[in-house]
């Protein structure tokens, strides 16, 4: 497996065999130089050869397997390429992706998620498209009734395929590779090898090039801060913070029921924020992020499967209200700030029982993980009063408490 970052720096999107529109459509779009990935995946997957990419959202992994499908499509009547994402969020965005830089070369794209009336479906089955994208659910819903025909795909992604593992899409996407025809190419991206992943990966590849970008590249753009707190003064701080920022903050909570409640306090609080979690209809999710991308509500709070792979620019705040249970994703959320070029700011809150998390993450990224803060009058109790606490029932560590025990004072 090679790390290609070094050594790609140079590259140059005319150094690629490419159609004239499509290097008119990337400077059209402002891209100047090819991201790592892209240097890296482009030249093979051009080639015809099956790539496994190793990178986070936000690496740039869309136009790295577009741009070689716009090449090799444009203008071909058949379906010929599929796309496989787990949410509909993402199959927009990779949609939007493919018209961005493929419409003017005429290019075909179609897009086939949950949640939406069939019959829209149907209508962009018969425009002929060129490029599928799809999640595997509704796809497989389409498979089965006869009303998709699969056959002359050459070329297969499969995107976020430790996302679709997370969320139990493996069965589902076994039963798309099985109705492919079996000479085909096939590319796959991955935050992260889990071993369902490889199994997949070993059996349905030929001989793949590995792609691997480093895996904390947003770590270094976003500047990071985790306030230790106890679970009772998360609200006020976040209210405070929510209260001084002037730019797109995007929180992240870590069940559904809790995106709701906290959504809704914030909005009683007159700050405008929208909701995105998978329980919500398509429309609502739609409405969300268009009115987070307009800025109308500049707060999004979202669970880590609904934002995952969320591609809105500037976004300088990333809040983990809840930190999250799983190294990667703290990766993966404080990758939604500091996209590409910008620079934003990741602040976590911490619990006492979240310590082993951060420890997980300080593991994953090392030292760019800064040391917890206990922010005066936010502060947790120290491990060894709360050791206090329960051996002599004496110490009392928050107003709420405080209250109970008949002890509050004005300058708690
Ligand atoms: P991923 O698919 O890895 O989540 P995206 O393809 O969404 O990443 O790319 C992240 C952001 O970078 C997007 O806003 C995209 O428009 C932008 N981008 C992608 N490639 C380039 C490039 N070569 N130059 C400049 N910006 C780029």
Same mark, same amino acid.
Do not use: Q
């Given at each position: 497996m090679s790390n290609q970052n070094e050594n790609q720096? !140079? *590259?140059? /999107?005319? !150094? /690629? +065999?490419?159609s004239e529109t499509i290097h008119q459509s990337l400077d059209q779009a402002g891209f100047e130089r090819p991201m790592p990935i892209q240097a890296a995946c482009i030249p093979p997957a051009l080639e015809g050869k099956d790539v496994i990419g190793l990178a986070q959202t936000g690496t740039g992994k869309t136009a790295a397997f577009a741009i070689p499908i716009i090449q090799r499509? #444009?203008?071909?009547?058949?379906?010929?390429a599929l796309v496989l994402a787990p949410t509909r969020e993402l199959a927009a965005q990779i949609t939007a992706v493919f018209n961005e830089l493929g419409k003017s070369s005429g290019l075909r794209v179609a897009t086939i998620v949950g949640g939406v009336p069939m019959d829209q479906d149907y209508g962009a089955l018969r425009s002929w498209p060129n490029v599928l994208v799809a999640t595997p659910g509704r796809l497989n819903d389409h498979i089965e009734n006869g009303r *998709?025909?699969? !056959?002359?795909?050459?070329i297969l992604v499969v995107d976020e395929a430790d996302r679709m593992h997370d969320m139990g899409f493996i069965p589902q996407i076994r039963r798309i590779i099985a109705v492919l025809p079996r000479k085909r190419q096939t590319m796959m991206f991955t935050a992260t090898m889990a071993d369902d992943v490889e199994r997949i990966a070993r059996k349905n590849m030929r001989d793949p090039v590995r792609i691997q970008i480093g895996i904390c590249a947003p770590a270094h753009r976003a500047k990071q801060e985790i306030f230790e707190l106890s679970e009772d003064a998360k609200r006020p701080l976040l209210l405070k913070l929510l209260r001084k920022s002037t730019g797109r903050v995007l929180v992240f909570v870590r069940t559904k029921r809790g995106v709701d409640s906290l959504t809704r306090i914030v909005n009683a609080r007159r700050l405008k924020a929208a909701k995105i979690h998978g329980d919500l209809e398509q429309d609502h999710r739609d409405r969300s992020l268009a009115d987070f991308r307009s800025g109308h509500c500049p707060i999004l709070i979202a669970t880590d499967i609904a934002a995952r792979?969320?591609? *809105?620019?500037?976004?300088e705040h990333v809040i983990n209200y809840d930190f999250p249970h799983n190294a990667e994703d703290y990766v993966h959320r404080i990758g &939604? $700030? #500091? &996209?590409?070029e910008a620079s934003g700011l990741a602040t976590s809150f911490a619990t006492l029982a979240d310590r082993r998390f951060v420890n997980e993450v300080r593991k994953l990224i090392g030292d760019k993980l800064p040391k917890p803060t206990r922010l005066?009058?936010? #502060? $947790? +109790?120290s491990a060894k009063a709360m050791s206090e606490k329960k051996t002599r029932g004496r110490y009392v560590p928050n107003r709420r408490s405080r209250r109970r025990a008949g002890t509050a004072n004005k300058s708690a």
């Open positions: 720096k !140079d *590259v140059k /999107f005319a !150094d /690629f +065999p490419l499509l #444009a203008n071909k009547m058949e379906l010929g *998709v025909l699969l !056959d002359e795909i050459e792979g969320l591609d *809105v620019s500037g976004i &939604r $700030t #500091a &996209r590409v005066e009058g936010y #502060a $947790t +109790p």
